[in-house]
């Protein structure tokens, strides 16, 4: 069974930082892209950030400039740095993994995490 385990989220105070981590390990086999996806309270789950192995990157518009994603292609590892944290960045975020781009952030055909809080509050 393929797991993908993220880490790193927690409480943290409005312009903080955080650094979620995510590895997916067990069998599977190139992974094109990795992203995060967040789930706020009462919300949908919705796109935060996608790297490709390719370096491409994507942001959601709420995010973009204080959030950085980067991936470790060997290791089928992503890392999401935020920044100048929000109170509205409070969510659930999960790591996704796809072996197609087209189906990044499916919910049967990819790879996800069980998900690890962050909390932006004073």
């Known amino acids: 069974q393929v797991q993908v385990v993220e880490s790193g989220g927690g409480l943290v105070q409005p312009g903080g930082s955080l650094r979620l981590s995510c590895a997916a390990a067990?069998?599977?086999?190139?992974?094109?892209?990795m992203g995060w996806f967040g789930r706020a309270p009462g919300k949908q789950r919705e796109l935060v950030a996608t790297?490709?192995?390719?370096?491409?990157?994507n942001y959601a518009d709420s995010v973009k400039g204080r959030f950085t994603i980067s991936r470790d292609n060997a290791e089928n590892t992503v890392i999401l740095h935020m920044n100048s944290l929000k109170p509205e960045d409070t969510a659930v975020y999960y790591c996704?993994?796809?072996?197609?781009?087209?189906?990044?952030?499916?919910?049967?055909?990819?790879?996800w995490g069980q998900g690890t809080q962050v909390t932006v509050s004073s």
């Open positions: 996704n993994g796809a072996t197609l781009w087209a189906r990044v952030g499916d919910l049967r055909t990819t790879y």
């Open positions: 790297s490709t192995s390719g370096g491409r990157t």
């Open positions: 067990g069998s599977i086999d190139n992974i094109v892209v």
